[in-house]
């Protein structure tokens, strides 16, 4: 099987653990969906990646993207979200929503220990073939322009870049990309 996110090589799927499907990527990293029992622990992760973001970004964005277990059940409605674990750790999460024919990519990130491992491709090839399969047109995602490792691996995950939103998200640009599929 051919992934959105590589090659064949290394890349089975079966049963996870809690039976649900997962994908394995070479390197050990699996990639599920998420359940309501790993809300705490995401919401963990996503405490982690925002205290090691490098300064510049507005508090109150910040504040935002450190979800309480209320605040991220909440998040759940209407999003399928995917979680990546290596060796049992959670380690990354993604979001998808579609509307309107396209997928929306939310809520992407990666402990920041386990950053250019290919995890963040995981999840988004995940993320993608998941929306591909939901009878999703495109996939869009809309980082931050400051973000700049991530619009770097969108681009090599074949994102392409469709515009800007100037000072959008607490007067900070935003660069959205998109990818047919």
């Not at 380690?91 to 997928?103: D, N, Y």
């Not at 998200?169 to 599929?181: L, P, S």
Request: hydrophobic share 40%; with cysteine.
């Amino acid at each position: 099987m051919t992934t959105e996110h590589g090659s064949d090589r290394g890349t089975e799927r079966s049963p996870g653990a809690n039976g649900k499907p997962h994908e394995k990527i070479a390197g050990g990293t699996v990639v599920e969906r998420v359940t309501h029992q790993e809300v705490a622990a995401i919401c963990a992760l996503y405490k982690k990646v925002v205290e090691t973001q490098p300064g510049g970004l507005p508090v109150e964005l910040l504040k935002g993207w450190t979800p309480t277990p209320l605040e991220f059940t909440s998040w759940m409605e209407g999003v399928t979200y995917f979680v990546a674990r290596r060796e049992g750790r959670l380690i990354g999460s993604v979001g998808c929503e579609i509307r309107h024919g396209a997928c929306h990519l939310v809520h992407l990130v990666v402990d920041p220990e386990f950053r250019r491992q290919g995890v963040a491709g995981a999840l988004i090839g995940t993320a993608v073939d998941w929306a591909r399969r939901a009878n999703a047109a495109v996939v869009w995602v809309d980082p931050l322009a400051k973000l700049t490792a991530a619009v770097g691996l969108l681009k090599h995950l074949g994102f392409s870049e469709v515009g800007v939103l100037h000072k959008h998200m607490w007067a900070e640009d935003v660069r959205v990309f998109e990818r047919q599929i």
